[in-house]
């Protein structure tokens, strides 16, 4: 059918332009008890009293987020969990309940389905989540939505928005190694499509970093450990998409800067190897190639002083203006984009 040329592609909006866009037509929510609408990882509102609930979405798409080619059913019923998990862990709030919504092709067997809900089942027991509902629908491509429903008491929420200029910003983790993974798959299944049979996979040497792009983890054990210490930063986000976009989200919510050191992030020596076999920056895989689900936070010195070293790196400050740089190990400051950061090479994996 000939496209009508008054039609706007959706490229041309890119995410962010497209959810203004609906913004604009569902108006901005609003009421005495909503906490946080559309702008954050997940919507709070108040139940009673001190205590709120938080919600969140989000959806994997076969051929767009995974291959199941190289993604078992089981890892993929347990990743579709933990990024969920992990949205409502970057507003500090305790996973409860969660809805599964499944689009099946007719290539999707029932012993398929039923090793997609073990990994899903050993996920919620990991995070202590419930299923409690959902819906299954033919569809073209296997397509994975989950909603997780969690809880707080509304002093403990901490959004985007809370950044200040001289805040401590911190990551928790390890950084670029999921990214590291799905180049790694990508470069597996090339060879598996070429090579049929013959192809023997040397899993091994990779299994860290295919670990964290197949089975992510989310941080839940963070929250959880500041829940206990009695400490909580200013400004929170998971890093879904990597530092470069996940930090500006942070910087624009809270009308802040930031620099950030190059030398300071955790960076795992399985992902550098992979790097350096991939002739990629290992560098810009951390800061671009996301996934890895870590979070990303903006605290005080006096906070920081007080979580635990071990899942607490201090990678950079807050500053005022508006801008996001990246110090490069020569001193070097430069802008935090992919056309900024000279050495950027890697393909984008969204
Ligand atoms: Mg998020």
């Known amino acids: 059918m000939p496209r009508d040329s008054s039609l706007t592609p959706l490229r041309q909006y890119g995410e962010f332009g497209l959810i203004d866009a609906l913004r604009r037509i569902l108006g901005e929510p609003s009421g005495d008890e909503l906490l946080t609408g559309i702008s954050d990882d997940a919507a709070v509102y108040r139940i009673e009293g001190d205590r709120v609930h ?22 993929l019923g347990s990743k579709a969990i933990a ?16 809805t599964i919504g499944l689009g099946l092709p007719e290539n999707v067997f029932v012993e398929q389905i039923e090793e997609f809900y073990q990994g899903v089942r050993k996920a919620c027991d990991l995070y202590g989540v419930q299923v409690v509902g959902g819906d299954t629908t033919a569809a073209a491509r296997l397509t994975v939505s989950v909603t997780i429903v969690g809880e707080a008491a509304a002093s403990r929420i901490v959004h985007r928005r809370g950044a200040v200029p001289g805040d401590l910003l911190c990551t928790t983790g390890e950084l670029g190694g999921a990214y590291a993974g799905l180049r790694v798959l990508l470069e597996q299944r090339r060879e598996l499509q070429e090579k049929g049979e013959d192809f023997a996979p040397d899993i091994d040497k990779y299994r860290y970093v295919i670990q964290r792009q197949l089975v992510p983890r989310a ?14 930063p200013h400004a929170l986000i998971d890093l879904s998409d990597g530092i470069g976009s996940d930090l500006r989200h942070i910087c624009l919510a809270s009308g802040c800067g930031a620099e950030l050191h190059l030398d300071a992030l955790t960076i795992a020596p399985e992902t550098y190897a992979v790097a350096e076999e991939l002739g990629e920056d ?13 979070l990303l936070f903006a605290a005080s010195h006096e906070e920081v002083g007080h979580m635990d ?32 950061y000279e050495h950027f090479g890697a393909g984008n994996t969204s």
Do not use: K, Q
Request: glycine share 10%; hydrophobic share 40%.
């Open 219 to 232: 941080r839940l054990d963070v929250v959880r450990d500041w829940a206990a210490r009695g400490v909580r």
């Open 309 to 340: 070293s071990e899942t607490c790196h201090v990678i950079g400050r807050c500053t005022t203006g508006t801008d996001v740089m990246v110090r490069m190990p020569n001193g070097e400051l430069l802008p935090l984009e992919r056309g900024g």
């Open 282 to 294: 290992v560098g810009a895989l951390a800061l671009f190639g996301g996934e890895d689900y870590e």
């Open 54 to 75: 938080v919600i969140t979405t989000d959806m994997l798409v076969e051929g767009v987020h995974f291959d199941r080619l190289v993604m078992p059913m089981e890892y």
């Open 83 to 98: 990024v969920n998990v992990s949205d409502i862990a970057a507003m500090n709030a305790e996973p409860r309940y969660a």
